[in-house]
């Protein structure tokens, strides 16, 4: 199946991950958007829901996810997402969505750690980092809108240019989508490691546990990092990956 005649849902799953970070991000919210007719308030106040629905499940997901390490049980902690980390790896685009996985978590991890000022420090990095990554939308979005421009100039008959406008459209998701990822990623982790009700102590081993979830994960990425820019060609397959098996794993050395 092709782009071309994809359901969006189906095809931003595809993209980002093949749904098997359907438990850290969950589905990219672009996909519902596209969907829908958003000057209608209705639609608007279902896509809200939605996305409070999402992150009440991420954030169980991740709680649950924690809870080993709070409780103590480091190497099944660790053992746990070394298995995760491996399989989240070989799925599409799954080594550049690991990394930015593990970089969101380091910096919230850190910053739930810090006193004042490294708190200042690491919103003020964070904030840097959103203005650099939006900056490289509009720049992907501009080289989009101007293959378009010139494919209708050619009166939309050049197959090369065709491909090479659904490339950088696709491209163009892409960064969209990594966008709303880190957003969603961000406000989980508020919810997970600012919690008011907590105990201190449960709050400071939950940021040490998303510490170590983000160096796992960024040591699994490095084998995978590289985007497949393949997967942005309109002949490319976005199929459903292959099924888990059952077939236990040895870890990763620790």
Same mark, same amino acid.
């Given at each position: 199946?092709?782009?071309?005649?994809?359901?969006?849902?189906?095809?931003?799953?595809?993209?980002?991950?093949?749904?098997?970070?359907?438990?850290?991000?969950?589905?990219?919210?672009?996909?519902?958007?596209?969907?829908?007719?958003?000057?209608?308030?209705?639609?608007?106040?279902?896509?809200?829901?939605?996305?409070?629905?999402?992150?009440?499940?991420?954030?169980?997901?991740?709680?649950?996810?924690?809870? @080993?390490?709070?409780?103590?049980?480091?190497?099944?902690?660790?053992?746990?997402?070394?298995?995760?980390?491996?399989?989240?790896?070989?799925?599409?685009?799954?080594?550049?969505?690991?990394?930015?996985?593990?970089?969101?978590?380091?910096?919230?991890?850190?910053?739930?750690?810090?006193?004042?000022?490294?708190?200042?420090?690491?919103?003020?990095?964070?904030?840097?980092?959103?203005?650099?990554?939006?900056?490289?939308?509009?720049?992907?979005?501009?080289?989009?809108?101007?293959?378009?421009?010139?494919?209708?100039?050619?009166?939309?008959?050049?197959?090369?240019?065709?491909?090479?406008?659904?490339?950088?459209?696709?491209?163009?998701?892409?960064?969209?989508?990594?966008?709303?990822?880190?957003?969603?990623?961000?406000?989980?982790?508020?919810?997970?490691?600012?919690?008011?009700?907590?105990?201190?102590?449960?709050?400071?081993?939950?940021?040490?546990?998303?510490?170590?979830?983000?160096?796992?994960?960024?040591?699994?990425?490095?084998?995978?990092?590289?985007?497949?820019?393949?997967?942005?060609?309109?002949?490319?397959?976005?199929?459903?990956?292959? @099924?888990?098996?059952?077939?236990?794993?040895?870890?990763? @050395?620790?």
């Amino acid at each position: 199946m092709t782009p071309d005649f994809m359901d969006p849902k189906h095809l931003f799953r595809m993209l980002f991950g093949g749904g098997r970070f359907g438990d850290i991000f969950g589905d990219v919210s672009l996909a519902s958007i596209m969907t829908m007719d958003m000057n209608n308030p209705l639609a608007r106040g279902i896509l809200e829901r939605e996305q409070w629905e999402k992150r009440e499940h991420l954030t169980i997901k991740l709680v649950a996810k924690l809870q @080993p390490f709070v409780a103590g049980k480091v190497s099944e902690f660790k053992d746990a997402a070394n298995k995760e980390a491996v399989e989240l790896a070989e799925s599409p685009g799954g080594g550049e969505l690991l990394e930015l996985v593990a970089y969101v978590y380091e910096s919230e991890g850190k910053q739930h750690s810090s006193n004042v000022f490294g708190k200042i420090f690491s919103e003020v990095k964070e904030k840097g980092h959103f203005i650099r990554s939006t900056v490289d939308l509009v720049s992907q979005a501009v080289k989009a809108q101007e293959m378009q421009m010139r494919l209708q100039q050619s009166g939309g008959t050049n197959r090369a240019l065709e491909n090479a406008m659904m490339a950088e459209g696709l491209k163009t998701i892409w960064k969209m989508g990594k966008l709303d990822i880190e957003t969603t990623l961000r406000k989980v982790c508020e919810m997970v490691l600012g919690d008011l009700l907590l105990a201190k102590d449960i709050k400071k081993k939950r940021a040490q546990g998303v510490l170590i979830l983000a160096e796992i994960y960024h040591r699994h990425a490095k084998n995978a990092s590289k985007l497949d820019t393949n997967m942005f060609s309109p002949t490319a397959s976005y199929s459903q990956p292959k @099924p888990k098996t059952t077939e236990s794993s040895a870890p990763d @050395p620790q």
